[in-house]
């Protein structure tokens, strides 16, 4: 459904044409469905009504093939819609290979977005047009939710949790971006822009804005300056391949090595205690920001030699 209806934003993404083809057959089917009720109500009434006053309707005993009939077809209906909707969903949650990663962390009322370059940039968000964009995102504090109206992409954000979307905005442009989740006093004023732009203006913007320290090069800083790096070469287990691994704990269990373990593991790092190793390692809690954090996790993913905004959960 290519065509602009004025009550919805444009269509900027690939999601969009999808979501809105799906929202206008759900409209379409409903308005069939209601019309057809309401049409036959008031045939039968007419055709079915009382000729005298003296009449008496005739006995019905209920007909099979017609229970079946209308049990079936809409069965039908309702599993096909409940694949289309899968089938969106899966298509929305599974990012493709080599996407471009954004990490974001958002607070009490903000969005502070970080480039794997080492860009920083607060209530905007910069990304090439024609590329598949990862957002990996958490929260300072409270539950954030993070719409893009024109993208048809709305993600919570959660503290304490890495939550991701991903979006493949096709057209330049600059598109509004809101919290989509009552948050505090000022959450009406956590509103931000996206700028969608050809990928050599957005080469072209990257250079202007200066490289900072890359997100790996800053974790690796923190890494150092937090002093993990004394323990994690000889008492402590290995982070070369970590992540994206699995991971035999002391008490028999086995665990992912994801963005919810790595955290953890800095946070309460007796939760989860490797087998072989004892409990030394002391808490981190306090000591590292959610901006330190993703950082983090960008170093830890690059001595695995992943990218550094690949999510696995
Ligand atoms: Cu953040 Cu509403």
């Known amino acids: 459904m290519a065509t602009y209806f004025p009550f919805l934003p444009e269509q900027g993404s690939r999601f969009a044409t999808g979501v809105d083809t799906f929202y206008f057959s759900m409209v379409g089917l409903t308005i069939f469905f209601a019309s057809l009720i309401f049409a036959l109500i008031l045939f039968f009434s007419v055709r079915y009504r009382r000729r005298s006053p003296r009449e008496i309707g005739a006995d019905i005993h209920g007909s099979l093939p017609l229970e079946i009939f209308w049990s079936v077809v809409p069965l039908v209906i309702v599993l096909g819609i409940f694949a289309w909707a899968t089938e969106l969903f899966f298509t929305r949650s599974n990012p493709p290979a080599n996407t471009y990663d954004v990490y974001v962390a958002a607070k009490q009322w903000m969005w502070k977005v970080q480039h794997p370059e080492g860009i920083s940039e607060i209530n905007e968000l910069h990304v090439p047009a024609g590329r598949a964009v990862k957002l990996v995102m958490t929260s300072q504090d409270v539950i954030h939710s993070f719409y893009l ?54 080469q072209h913007w990257l250079s202007q804005a200066g490289i900072g320290t890359s997100m790996v090069a800053a974790g690796e800083h923190l890494f150092t300056s937090l002093g993990c790096a004394s323990c994690h070469v000889r008492d402590c287990p290995p982070l070369q391949g970590l992540y994206g691994s699995s991971v035999a704990l002391q008490d028999g269990r086995t665990v992912f090595a994801g963005e919810a373990y790595i955290r953890e593991s800095i946070l309460a790092p007796t939760a989860k205690v490797v087998r072989g190793y004892r409990p030394i390692m002391p808490t981190f809690q306090g ?3 959610e901006e330190g954090m993703l950082q983090l996790l960008a170093y830890i993913k690059s001595l695995a030699g992943e990218a550094p905004g690949k999510v696995q959960k």
């Not at 709305?154 to 509004?176: C, E, L, M, N």
Request: overall charge positive.
């Open 287 to 289: 000591q590292v920001s």
């Open 149 to 202: 109206p024109i993208f048809r992409i709305k993600q919570d954000v959660i503290p304490g949790r890495y939550t991701s979307q991903w979006f493949q905005a096709d057209k330049p442009g600059k598109y509004h971006l809101f919290c989509a989740e009552y948050c505090g006093t000022n959450h009406s004023h956590m509103t931000g822009w996206v700028h969608v732009m050809e990928p050599r203006d957005y």
